[in-house]
């Protein structure tokens, strides 16, 4: 799951995608507009055709907006996106370059809860710079977080245009979050309320 940049707060959050329609009733509404006009933006891509494809009806990628504490929503877009997507999270990305990038993918290092550290599986596909979740948390942990992170995810894969739940290797970096890092993660569902994280 991937993006570029961001140019966030002192919490490391930045502006979420605007969309339009009626007002929402909750933060999942909300933020489920938002991952709507953010998932057609890049769908509509003019200058990348494999960008079109990846958002697109038949693609296979994830979008997500996430809010800590009620504050405003931060956006990510799964692959690894070009720097005009700089509005979307980037966690351990931002600012380095292909050597530190690569060294980093070796390592498995993370910003995640430094006294506590989550370390990612070096062996899996890129969960580290692809995934939305990791995007986010990167990036909100560059804020030193706590709270209560309310994430609402839309993965979309083959039959399945919009499945809310973590990949195995995103619920894994969520759960030590959660577990050692002072955050509670609700996750929006089915219903407008979000509901509990939980964790094995």
Same mark, same amino acid.
């Given at each position: 799951?991937?993006?570029? +940049?961001?140019?966030?707060?002192?919490?490391?959050?930045?502006?979420?995608?605007?969309?339009?329609?009626?007002?929402?009733?909750?933060?999942?509404?909300?933020?489920?507009?938002?991952?709507?006009?953010?998932?057609?933006?890049?769908?509509?891509?003019?200058?990348?055709?494999?960008?079109?494809?990846?958002?697109?009806?038949?693609?296979?990628?994830?979008?997500?907006?996430?809010?800590?504490?009620?504050?405003?929503?931060?956006?990510?877009?799964?692959?690894?996106?070009?720097?005009?997507?700089?509005?979307?999270?980037? +966690?351990?990305?931002?600012?380095?370059?292909?050597?530190?990038?690569?060294?980093?993918?070796? !390592?498995?290092? !993370?910003?995640?809860?430094?006294? *506590?550290?989550?370390?990612?599986?070096? *062996?899996?596909?890129?969960?580290?710079?692809? #995934?939305?979740?990791?995007?986010?948390?990167?990036?909100?942990? *560059? +804020?030193?977080?706590?709270?209560? /992170?309310?994430?609402?995810?839309?993965?979309?894969?083959?039959?399945?245009?919009?499945?809310?739940?973590?990949?195995?290797?995103?619920?894994? /970096? /969520?759960?030590?979050?959660?577990? #050692?890092?002072?955050?509670?993660?609700?996750?929006?569902?089915?219903?407008?309320?979000?509901?509990?994280?939980?964790?094995?």
């Amino acid at each position: 799951m991937s993006g570029s +940049g961001n140019s966030g707060d002192s919490a490391g959050l930045n502006q979420g995608s605007e969309a339009s329609g009626d007002a929402p009733d909750s933060p999942c509404e909300e933020m489920t507009q938002q991952n709507e006009a953010l998932r057609g933006q890049l769908a509509g891509d003019q200058e990348n055709a494999s960008i079109r494809g990846a958002f697109g009806p038949n693609g296979a990628s994830t979008v997500a907006h996430a809010s800590l504490n009620g504050g405003s929503a931060i956006g990510a877009a799964s692959r690894l996106l070009p720097g005009r997507y700089a509005g979307l999270a980037q +966690g351990l990305w931002e600012n380095t370059t292909p050597e530190q990038r690569r060294e980093m993918r070796q !390592s498995g290092r !993370s910003n995640v809860c430094p006294d *506590a550290p989550f370390q990612y599986d070096v *062996a899996a596909f890129r969960p580290h710079q692809s #995934h939305c979740e990791s995007k986010i948390l990167e990036t909100l942990f *560059a +804020g030193t977080p706590a709270g209560t /992170l309310v994430l609402n995810i839309n993965w979309q894969y083959e039959n399945c245009p919009n499945d809310p739940n973590p990949c195995a290797a995103c619920k894994r /970096l /969520l759960c030590h979050a959660q577990e #050692h890092c002072g955050i509670d993660i609700m996750l929006c569902q089915e219903e407008p309320e979000p509901e509990p994280l939980e964790c094995p």
